[in-house]
């Protein structure tokens, strides 16, 4: 049960890093635009815009009620890089949905910009902590910050920011709004894919069960951007997509079983079955939540179904 558990959370976060992760691309995106283009960038993902952040309360909801300790223990060693997602969320929410209100509305592009840009490093840092490693003594318990001052770490956060910019640009023109943008980010993003995993090859993190598995995946990450630069439209947007959340399964797939290790003692790492919740609050999480997912998972696909055409003048204003 608590395997099936995290195969979830783990779906939820790659939902959560492609979709997510477009909606903090158009808003990097927008200092490079004119004001025209900006309305017309924001008009272009309005429609999908809640429905992509939604994705972030599921997969949080499943940490907290699946994996208690691993939420603890996290969120505890990464407590600034939480805060600053916390405050990247409300940042990027509150300047894309009041901007259609203000008469100036520089100060709310603003507020979205650096909104994602705490979110795409904010993540890209989490991710990295993970990959790295927090000191968790015998005890089994954090005691102090996460190493937030590895480089690797910050490449890792480096990389992430790319590849929500190549995902934002890609959905851009899609939708018929003019970026050169994905002709380097795209290549940018596979290049640093690579960088980041050779870095962390020479880092040797503790705890990496299944290095050839995290190999193969990065190639594919790399991969999926290499093949944008081969096709366009929608084709080039789904390569950005899966690109994105491909870093989340290959670093959750280079660990498990584990799922938080211990840079100070092996024995205190942290593995699915430890992390999880006891049987009976998973088995009421499969009777409550689970029947949740299936409508979840309609809602976001009939949202993108109902809006897949692009938006043009005639179309209601979102922001």
């Not at 997509?241 to 024995?267: E, F, H, N, Q, W």
Request: glycine share 10%.
């Amino acid at each position: 049960m608590s395997t099936l558990w995290y195969t979830i959370l783990g779906l939820l976060f790659m939902a959560y890093f492609a979709l997510g992760g477009l909606d903090q691309g158009v808003a990097l995106l927008l200092p490079l635009h004119t004001g025209a283009e900006r309305k017309a960038a924001l008009n272009a993902v309005g429609p999908r815009f809640l429905g992509n952040e939604v994705w972030i309360v599921g997969a949080v909801g499943v940490l907290v009620a699946a994996f208690p300790r691993l939420e603890g223990e996290l969120f505890g060693a990464a407590y600034p890089v939480v805060i600053a997602i916390v405050l990247g969320l409300i940042a990027l929410n509150t300047g894309v949905q009041l901007r259609g209100r203000a008469v100036r509305t520089a100060g709310f592009d603003a507020l979205s910009t650096a909104g994602a840009l705490a979110l795409a490093v904010g993540w890209g840092l989490l991710l990295g902590v993970v990959l790295h490693g927090v000191p968790m003594t015998a005890d089994g318990h954090v005691h102090g910050f996460a190493p937030l001052s590895s480089p690797a770490v910050w490449l890792t956060a480096l990389v992430n920011v790319i590849l929500v910019v190549a995902n934002g640009a890609a959905y851009l023109a899609w939708q018929g709004i003019a970026t050169r943008v994905l002709t380097w980010a795209a290549p940018a993003g596979a290049v640093g894919v690579l960088v980041a995993a050779a870095v962390w090859y020479t880092q040797n993190p503790p705890g990496i069960r299944n290095p050839i598995l995290a190999t193969a995946l990065v190639v594919a990450t790399a991969a999926a951007l290499v093949a944008t630069r081969f096709t366009s439209g929608g084709r080039a947007f789904a390569a950005t997509l899966v690109a994105c959340a491909l870093p989340v399964i290959t670093v959750a797939l280079a660990r498990y079983p584990g799922v938080l290790a211990s840079t100070m003692d092996p024995g205190a790492t942290v593995t699915v079955d430890s992390a999880a919740a006891g049987a009976d609050t998973l088995r009421l999480l499969a009777i409550g939540a689970a029947p949740l997912l299936p409508v979840l998972v309609a809602v976001q696909v009939s949202c993108w179904w109902l809006f897949r055409r692009r938006e043009s003048q005639p179309t209601p204003l979102y922001w």
